[in-house]
C-alpha cells in the first residue's frame, strides 16, 4: 500500500482518470460505462426516495432484495441460497471483498489469486493481513497451468480467490480450470471465493459459476454486484451468497465497515435482477460489436491484441509497435493519441514482469462514436 519511496499509493484508476480529465483525452483507463442501463432500475430508485425509503435499511440488506438475488441465482444458475442467512448485501462487490478477507484471514494465512488480479485484492489481502499467492495468466488465451496451480494450492491457502469473467484479461476461466479450483480446495481445505461481477457480460461462451460444480457450494462463497450487470457502478450495491456459518461471519465484519447499505438503491436493484432474460443478453450484446470495432482498431493501429470472451476489457499488446515498458507508453499515450488506458503491470505482484510488460487494458463499455474517436486516434501510433 505504501510505495518504494514510503508515499502512500492511489488506485491505479484513480490516477488515470486523473490524466484523462487533465488531458481530455478519451478515457478507456477505468471501467464504467457512459450510459445509462435498463430505465426501470433507475426509475425504482427515484421511486424509492419518493415513497421516503430514505432512513437506514436493515443490515443484511432488505429481505426483498435478499430474495431477488435468490432467485436470480435460481433462474440462471440452479443455485438457491436461502435469503434468510445465506445471502448478504454490501456495499459493491468491494466491500464484500473487504469484508471475507477480514473475517476469513487469519495473520499469514495464504490467499491465492490469478495474476494479472484485480487491483483491490492485492490491498485488501494485505489488510486481512494474509500472504498473496499468485497464479500466472499468459498471453494468448490467460488460462492458467494446471501444474502452476497444483503447486501454488497447499494446506496453507485458506482461501483460492477466483474472478470469472477476469478482470483485466476478458478471460472466461475454462471449465476444467474451475474443477481443478474445487478439487485443490477440497483436498486442502481451503475455501473458495469468487468474484463473478462481469456474470453476465460473455460473448461468445457461458458463465459458469464455480458454486454450481458437485461438491463446491459447501465451501464456495459468490460475490457479485448491480454495477456492472446494470450499468450503476456509482450505486456501490453488491451481494454474497454461500453456506450459513460463512456468510455469518462475513456478516459480523460488515456491520462494523458500513453498517448498511443505500437504502432506494436496494428496491431497484431488486426490480433490475427480475427483469426479463432479455434484459440481461442486451448488455452483452450491446458490448459485443464495441469489442469488434475497438479491437479491429488496435489492431489496425498496430497492436497485437487478444480477444476476450468477457467483462468490458481488452488487453493489447504494443511491443510490435516499439514499446516495451506499457507503464511509460500509458503515461504518454494521451499525447500520442488522445486515448488514456491501463498497463497491465498495474495489476501484479511484480509491477516490471517481464510476462505483461508490454500490455494494455482498454475498456470498451463506451458509446460507439467514443470508441471511434478513440479508434482515430490509436491510428496516429502507426
Ligand atoms: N471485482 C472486479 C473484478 C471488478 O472489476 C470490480 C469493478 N471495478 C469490482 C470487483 C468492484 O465492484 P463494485 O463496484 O461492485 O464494488
Ligand atoms: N472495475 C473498474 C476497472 O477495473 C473500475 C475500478 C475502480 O474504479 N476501482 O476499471
Not at 486442502?188 to 462481469?198: C, F, L
Amino acid at each position: 500500500l505504501v510505495d518504494e519511496d514510503g508515499h502512500v499509493s492511489s488506485t491505479i484508476f484513480a490516477e488515470m482518470s486523473a490524466l484523462a480529465l487533465r488531458t481530455g483525452a478519451v478515457n478507456l483507463g477505468q471501467g464504467f460505462p457512459d450510459e445509462d442501463g435498463p430505465e426501470a432500475v433507475l426509475a425504482e430508485a427515484v421511486a424509492a426516495i419518493e415513497r421516503g425509503e430514505n432512513q437506514y435499511p436493515p443490515g443484511p440488506g432488505t429481505l426483498d432484495l435478499r430474495t431477488a438475488i435468490s432467485e436470480h441465482q435460481r433462474r440462471f444458475y440452479g443455485l438457491q441460497p436461502d435469503p434468510q442467512g445465506e445471502v448478504l448485501v454490501t456495499a459493491g462487490a468491494t466491500e464484500a471483498l473487504a469484508a471475507t478477507l477480514l473475517a476469513l484471514v487469519e495473520h499469514g494465512d495464504e490467499v491465492v489469486t490469478f495474476e494479472p488480479f484485480y487491483d483491490a485484492y492485492g490491498g485488501l489481502i494485505a489488510l486481512a493481513g494474509g500472504r498473496h499467492r499468485t497464479v500466472k495468466l499468459r498471453a494468448p488465451d490467460f488460462q492458467p497451468d494446471p501444474d502452476e496451480l497444483r503447486a501454488v494450492v497447499t494446506d496453507r491457502t485458506r482461501i483460492i480467490l477466483v474472478n470469472t469473467p477476469h478482470n483485466p484479461t476478458g478471460t472466461v476461466l475454462d471449465r476444467g480450470t474451475l474443477d481443478l479450483v474445487a478439487e485443490l480446495a477440497e483436498r486442502h481445505d481451503a475455501i473458495i471465493v469468487t468474484d463473478e461481477v462481469y456474470e453476465h457480460l460473455t460473448f461468445d461462451v457461458r458463465h459458469v459459476p464455480i458454486a454450481t460444480l458437485p461438491g463446491a457450494a459447501g465451501r464456495t462463497l459468490t460475490i457479485s454486484s448491480g454495477g456492472k450487470t446494470f450499468s450503476t457502478t456509482g450505486w456501490k450495491i453488491g451481494w454474497l451468497s454461500g453456506p450459513r456459518e460463512l456468510v455469518t461471519a462475513v456478516s459480523t465484519v460488515k456491520q462494523y465497515l458500513s453498517y448498511v447499505n443505500g437504502a432506494p438503491f436496494q428496491p431497484a436493484m431488486a426490480t433490475g435482477l427480475r427483469l426479463p432474460d432479455a434484459a440481461f443478453t442486451a448488455i452483452a450484446d450491446g458490448l459485443r460489436g464495441k469489442r469488434d470495432l475497438l479491437s479491429a482498431g488496435l489492431s489496425a493501429a498496430g497492436f497485437d491484441t487478444f480477444r476476450p470472451d468477457g467483462t468490458y476489457f481488452i488487453v493489447a499488446d504494443a511491443a510490435r509497435l516499439g514499446f516495451d515498458d506499457a507503464a511509460a507508453f500509458c503515461r504518454a499515450l494521451p499525447e500520442l493519441a488522445g486515448v488514456v488506458a491501463v498497463p497491465l503491470s498495474a495489476f501484479c505482484l511484480d509491477r516490471h514482469d517481464p510476462d505483461y510488460a508490454s500490455l494494455v487494458r482498454f475498456a470498451f463499455c463506451k458509446r460507439i462514436e467514443v470508441l471511434e474517436r478513440a479508434v482515430d486516434g490509436l491510428a496516429r501510433l502507426r
